[in-house]
């Protein structure tokens, strides 16, 4: 009935309302989210050939009943159906966790309120190395949870204040104001900053900072080059993980995870909490993998990339009891001209077949 559209962007390029009013103004204004609401994928007009196929045979995993199928290697793959059909059994279950195999689901990322991009993704190493040749000191004194750890807040920035029966305070720690080190660290700078500037830089600013001048340092741009590949430019470098949402963790694990020699990609529904605009952005970094030699397998409810896939396992036709059984298997123009499944028949409504 009501509509308030936040941005322009995000992080420190969003937080201002840029919209209020009904859906039908909205599709008028010129916000990220009015020029996208109408958005449409179209099916491609040809489709990548597989190198192989990855054979499950008998699944049985909880309501799947002794699926056999052969997943396609080399391509875009997008395994769909109706919450509860068995997708997440059927990859998950059968698709054997080998060395070979990277998958990206959204479970919390383990880490404490200390942990942050910088120090998930291993970002935060060649950065001290880089600070600590510059100085001629040692890589510990640039880490916040080491020696250059300011001793009243131990790293943290903030101070806990445990109520007891109430739930507990953090306050900015007054000795540091909230920087995290001890100031003898914090003259230290490379490339005109010190670390704390570093840590509170934008990963799209962080990867100008270290792509180019003095500050060049190749191992940490490639790391950033990953994460603004994902869609990650606006987080910055120190943020807490806790404060990430289900979505940006999903794909922070993918940003850390493409370093790896992996050969097949499952993704658990990586367009979860992504934005419209943010979509289109996810395929090019799929159609990448899958260009880079890699298998992708995605398991998916999102039109867009089911349009943009190179072929589909549709599962069904129901959820739990009712489901488990593979429906259909073909290209993406297959399933929309046979439109004998669920799936089949909103696919064609989406892309206006």
């Known amino acids: 009935d009501h509509v308030v559209d936040l941005g322009p962007g995000a992080g420190t390029a969003g937080g201002t309302v840029c919209f209020e009013g009904t859906v039908e103004e909205l599709r008028a204004a010129d916000t990220v989210t009015g020029r996208h609401l109408d958005d449409r994928a179209t099916l491609k007009e040809s489709v990548r050939k597989r190198t192989g196929a990855l054979e499950i045979r008998g699944a049985n995993t909880h309501n799947l009943q002794d699926v056999d199928v052969d997943v396609p290697l080399g391509v875009l793959c997008v395994v769909t159906g109706v919450a509860g059909s068995g997708k997440s059994s059927l990859i998950h279950g059968s698709v054997p966790a080998g060395a070979d195999v990277v998958s990206v689901d959204q479970s919390p990322i383990k880490g404490s309120r200390r942990s942050n991009p910088a120090t998930y993704t291993g970002l935060l190493d060649p950065i001290r ?122 794909r922070l694990k993918l940003a850390t995870h493409m370093g790896e020699k992996g050969g097949v990609y499952v993704l658990d529904e990586p367009t979860t909490g992504l934005h419209l605009a943010d979509v289109e952005q996810l395929l090019g970094l799929l159609d990448r993998l899958v260009d880079a030699g890699k298998s992708v397998i995605v398991i998916e409810h999102h039109q867009a990339v089911m349009a943009h896939a190179d072929w589909i396992i549709d599962l069904g036709p129901g959820a739990g009891h009712d489901g488990g059984r593979i429906v259909f298997e073909g290209t993406p123009a297959d399933l929309v001209a046979d439109r004998s499944t669920l799936t089949g028949e909103h696919l064609a409504a989406y892309v206006g077949a």
């Open 129 to 250: 190395k880089a600070f600590a040749k510059a100085n001629g000191v040692k890589p510990a004194l640039f880490s916040a949870n080491s020696e250059g750890a300011c001793p009243t807040c131990n790293g943290a920035g903030v101070v806990y204040t445990d109520l007891a029966m109430m739930a507990g305070v953090a306050t900015p720690c007054e000795d540091c104001e909230g920087k995290r080190f001890q100031p003898s660290v914090l003259e230290y700078r490379f490339g005109g900053r010190d670390i704390s500037e570093v840590l509170a830089m934008s990963v799209d600013r962080a990867e100008e900072f270290f792509g180019a001048g003095e500050a060049r340092t190749p191992a940490a741009h490639k790391i950033l080059q990953r994460l603004s590949d994902v869609g990650l430019g606006y987080l910055t470098l120190g943020q807490p993980l806790t404060t990430l949402s289900g979505g940006e963790r999903q």
